[in-house]
């Protein structure tokens, strides 16, 4: 059974465990790197403070009881946009619709919040990413994301419209 469960700052260690999981199996696809989470970074206050990002929603897809996917909401510092950052799925969880999960209540808790925008980045080359993100009704708004930490790869930022008029999706449309 999958189920999804809302994080506080307690739940740090479990938080802990999937970051580090998809920083290590998934490194391409996070602009972080795991060398930056690790030693001196591994710190019981530093993983409490990433869960206590003001305004934020972290939630984890548990299958079986087992935490096998992370996603945050975050506001995103324009006017009625919030971010979906730190989407995860480990290989445990893939290919049964945790991803989809995951997005679907981050998606609702922007609404909950009267967000307008629900907007994300993702590692070019993620193609499953990719399509997750298109099934869900997210679209490439063209702007130049970030450049990923290989020096080579941008994230592509993509965007999902949330209010009334949310069939006029932002940016190119396939």
């Given amino acids: 059974m999958i189920a999804t469960r809302v994080l506080t700052t307690d739940d740090w260690k479990t938080w802990r465990e999937l970051r580090l999981?998809?920083?290590?199996?998934?490194?391409y696809a996070f602009g972080s790197q795991l060398a930056d989470w690790q030693g001196d970074g591994d710190r019981e206050e530093r993983w409490r403070d990433r869960l206590a990002i003001p305004g934020s929603y972290n939630v984890?897809?548990?299958?079986d009881g087992q935490a096998v996917a992370m996603a945050s909401g975050v506001p995103a510092g324009?006017?009625?946009?919030?971010?979906?950052?730190?989407m995860y799925?480990?290989?445990?969880?893939r290919g049964r619709g945790v991803?989809?999960?995951?997005?679907?209540a981050v998606e609702r808790w922007a609404r909950e919040c009267g967000a307008h925008t629900l907007r994300l980045a993702v590692a070019e080359g993620n193609d499953h990413?990719?399509?997750l993100y298109r099934r869900a009704g997210f679209r490439e708004t063209g702007e130049p994301g970030d450049l990923m930490p290989d020096?080579?790869?941008?994230?592509?930022?993509m965007a999902k419209a949330l209010g009334p008029d949310a069939d006029a999706a932002p940016g190119p449309r396939d």
């Fill in 129 to 131: 990413a990719v399509a």
């Fill in 89 to 93: 799925v480990a290989p445990a969880g």
């Fill in 60 to 63: 984890v897809a548990t299958l």
């Fill in 78 to 86: 324009e006017d009625g946009a919030v971010e979906l950052i730190s």
């Fill in 21 to 27: 999981g998809a920083l290590t199996e998934a490194a």
């Fill in 99 to 104: 991803g989809d999960l995951l997005v679907a």
């Fill in 151 to 157: 020096g080579l790869r941008r994230e592509q930022i």
